[in-house]
């Protein structure tokens, strides 16, 4: 395949792990239908992908750079295809939800050794090349998610989402062991401890935000998740403290602008992207809308990050990064403030203002978040920091849904409460993807998305104004390029 046979197989196998992410967006009425579970229930089918990539995705590097980016980056193809099958065949939500979280660690593995198998693989004018491709198809994997997951959805089945996944990972098998070198980097220490210790203490949380959502902040399972989580997270920072090979190293956090940039990393999926399933619920339910249609009405926020991000890559390298990141997620706030403003009448053409700040916010921020972060550390940390970066992106998209799915169910109930006969089990209904014929329904349901789109938009003015304070470094051109379209894959 020549030159850039390598470039292929690399981009062939991070297309499939980002489209995964929200490729089951739209098609979650579908899936709820078929196996007969909530929608509550199955926000984990989202969740959990993303937490369990977050979590182990700075393990996973250090352990590629010992065993071989190569096979590491073919076992996570491995992993991921055979956690593909078992969540095409899932006969519960049970076993799909548990699917999902192995898929999210072969996800992981395959994510955690793109960047170093590109910059092995390729010199000087080439690396350039290639980063910018294997930057564009990262970003045009986010944008197609929803859109790809309704038309296979609605032509196919919803099993189809996953079952797709089974000859793409083949071929990215086949192909990288053929054209792609092995690869080692620096003998690092494995931090198992910190490494598990943090996905422990990120599950947890995550945990006590969903139980806390549908049960209350003081049931006894939400409290108790957080008391686990609080001594996960005291037990991670007491070892990594005093480990001299740290998962994260937390000096790191000493300097602001570090500091800054992790804000806005963690918030910035979680504030733009989470609300989605909601979203898509009411095109689905309320509006009507096939999963087709309501991909469709979605592409408006990824194209015009993906344009946004191309455009914003192009910028001079003197801009400072607090502009673009706090102005990008100033832009966010905008933009989750625009959908908040539904109404019972109200037609999916509605969000679409909304949706285009979003995405241009999103296109704005995330080519230099990456860049800001390995500014403010020393060049030995900007590996970690480049991690770091993409691991707190996806753990913010698991927070964020576990947040937001605590705020839309209470107020869904309330808006129900007393308009309808029995609100409970209209709510049940609505979030498995049936509208009942009920008068009071869209109205009720608006309120609700209102509700929680405006909550992402307070995370997301919060995130700018730290953004804003903390980050003032501006990157050197050395540090910007060549890896702006490194970030569109985070």
């Known amino acids: 395949m020549g030159r850039w046979g390598p470039l292929a197989a690399i981009c062939l196998g991070s297309f499939m792990l980002l489209v995964d992410v929200n490729i089951v967006t739209v098609a979650m009425p579908d899936m709820a239908g078929g196996l007969d579970a909530s929608y509550g229930a199955l926000q984990w089918v989202l969740d959990v992908y993303a937490l369990v990539l977050a979590a182990l995705l700075l393990g996973a590097g250090a352990l590629a750079d010992r065993l071989g980016r190569r096979r590491t980056y073919v076992a996570g193809l491995t992993v991921f295809a055979a956690a593909s099958?078992?969540?095409?065949?899932?006969?519960?939500?049970?076993?799909?939800?548990?699917?999902?979280?192995?898929?999210g660690a072969g996800a992981a593995l395959m994510f955690a050794t793109t960047v170093a198998l590109v910059g092995s693989a390729y010199t000087g004018r080439d690396r350039?090349?290639?980063?910018?491709?294997?930057?564009?198809?990262?970003?045009?994997a986010a944008g197609i998610g929803p859109v790809l997951g309704g038309l296979v959805a609605q032509t196919a089945g919803w099993r189809w989402i996953f079952l797709v996944n089974l000859p793409v990972s083949v071929a990215a098998v086949v192909l990288t062991r053929r054209v792609v070198a092995e690869s080692r980097g620096p003998a690092r220490p494995l931090d198992v401890t910190g490494t598990l210790l943090f996905a422990f203490t990120a599950g947890t949380v995550v945990l006590a935000l969903t139980e806390a959502g549908r049960d209350g902040w003081t049931s006894p399972a939400a409290t108790g998740a957080f008391a686990l989580g609080g001594a996960g997270l005291a037990a991670f920072l007491l070892v990594e403290a005093r480990n001299e090979h740290p998962v994260l190293d937390l000096r790191l956090f000493r300097d602001p602008a570090f500091t800054g940039v992790m804000v806005a990393s963690l918030a910035?999926?979680?504030?733009?992207?989470?609300s989605?399933?909601?979203?898509?619920?009411?095109?689905?339910?309320?509006?009507?809308?096939?999963?087709?249609?309501?991909?469709?009405?979605?592409?408006?926020?990824?194209?015009?990050?993906?344009?946004?991000?191309?455009?914003?890559?192009?910028?001079?390298?003197?801009?400072?990064?607090?502009?673009?990141?706090?102005?990008?997620?100033?832009?966010?706030?905008?933009?989750?403030?625009?959908?908040?403003?539904?109404?019972?009448?109200?037609?999916?053409?509605?969000?679409?203002?909304?949706?285009?700040?979003?995405g241009i916010g999103v296109g704005l921020a995330l080519p230099n978040v990456t860049a800001a972060a390995m500014a403010a550390v020393p060049p030995e940390r900007g590996g970690m920091a480049a991690g770091a970066v993409s691991a707190f992106r996806q753990l913010g998209y698991a927070l964020g849904i576990a947040v937001l799915s605590g705020v839309f169910?209470?107020?869904?109930?309330?808006?129900?409460?007393?308009?309808?006969?029995?609100?409970?089990?209209?709510?049940?209904?609505?979030?498995?993807?049936?509208?009942p014929a009920h008068p009071a329904v869209p109205g009720a349901f608006a309120t609700a998305l209102n509700t929680t789109t405006l909550t992402a938009s307070a995370i997301a003015l919060a995130a700018a104004a730290t953004a804003l304070l903390l980050i003032r470094r501006t990157p050197s051109g050395t540090e910007r390029a060549p890896e702006p379209a490194a970030a569109l894959a985070e």
């Open 268 to 274: 910035m999926s979680g504030a733009a992207f989470a």
């Open 128 to 140: 350039g090349v290639a980063f910018g491709v294997w930057g564009a198809v990262n970003g045009a």
């Open 409 to 435: 169910h209470p107020a869904l109930d309330r808006a129900l409460t007393g308009r309808v006969p029995d609100a409970a089990a209209t709510a049940q209904a609505l979030t498995s993807g049936h509208a």
């Open 85 to 103: 099958l078992a969540c095409g065949l899932a006969p519960d939500a049970t076993l799909l939800v548990t699917a999902r979280a192995v898929q």
């Open 276 to 358: 989605l399933m909601f979203t898509s619920l009411w095109l689905r339910s309320v509006q009507g809308l096939g999963a087709i249609e309501a991909g469709l009405a979605i592409l408006p926020m990824s194209g015009l990050s993906f344009a946004a991000s191309w455009l914003t890559g192009r910028l001079p390298h003197d801009v400072p990064a607090r502009w673009t990141v706090g102005g990008g997620m100033l832009l966010v706030a905008a933009g989750t403030l625009a959908q908040s403003t539904l109404s019972a009448g109200s037609s999916w053409a509605a969000l679409v203002p909304g949706f285009a700040l979003t």
